[in-house]
Structures are given as C-alpha cells and as structure tokens.
C-alpha cells in the first residue's frame, strides 16, 4: 500500500514536499515515481527514481524545480516541489514499478491514493 501526503494550497513561488510512505511490502527493490492529473488532462509522469535512488528522471516541465528522493530505511519516497507554478496544480500520485525508471503510467504496478496540490497565482 502507498499513501502519499503533503499535498495543500500554496502561492506561486512557493515550495510543498510531497511523501509517499510504503507498507505492506518492501519497495526498496522497485523504481518510485510520481505523476499528477490535471482536471480533464491525462496522467502524466513528473519524476521517477530507481531503487537505489542513484539514478532520477525528470518530466521537462520540472526539471530544475523538482527533486525526487527516497528513504528505503523509511520505506517513503519524497518530491520536493519549488518554484511551484499554477500549471502544477493538480492531484500527484506516487507508485512503484518493478522496472527502471519507467514513464508511462502503465509501466507501474501499484498506487496511492493521491494527494492534491493547488497553486495559486
């Protein structure tokens, strides 16, 4: 199970860290990443990390503002999300995939709930 939290309303301009806690199995050995969902978008990939975290993958749109990591000891994968924009509004989900840094959301095999993030301008 994956319950990701941190979600809120912030300014634009302003930071939120994002948390993925895992239970119920150990993710240590799985890529994380996490997506967002605009309202009447798709899915999209933001960011994604491989089980050692040595290696992150960033959506353009973030890259430079975003930074993924991850606590394996903690079984919690974070997103710290700065520079926030209005386009980043959206609800971000966290899920893990038994591949390497994988983008596609068909790619992942297991879910949070999502969290929901609004910008303000």
């Known amino acids: 199970q994956l319950q990701a939290s941190g979600g809120g309303l912030v300014q634009a301009g302003g930071s939120l860290r994002l948390s993925c806690a895992a239970s119920?199995?150990?993710?240590?050995?799985?890529?994380m990443g996490w997506f967002r969902q605009a309202p009447g978008k798709e899915r999209e990939f933001v960011a994604a990390?491989?089980?050692?975290?040595?290696?992150?993958h960033y959506a353009d749109s973030v890259k430079g503002r975003f930074t993924i990591s991850r606590d394996n000891a903690k079984n919690t994968v974070f997103l710290q999300m700065n520079s926030l924009k209005p386009e980043d509004t959206a609800v971000y989900y966290c899920?893990?995939?038994?591949?390497?840094?994988?983008?596609?959301?068909?790619?992942?095999?297991?879910w949070g709930q999502g969290t929901e993030v609004t910008v303000s301008s």
């Open positions: 899920a893990s995939a038994s591949t390497v840094l994988p983008t596609t959301p068909q790619s992942y095999d297991y």
């Open positions: 119920g199995r150990t993710f240590s050995r799985f890529s």
């Open positions: 990390i491989t089980w050692s975290g040595g290696s992150t």
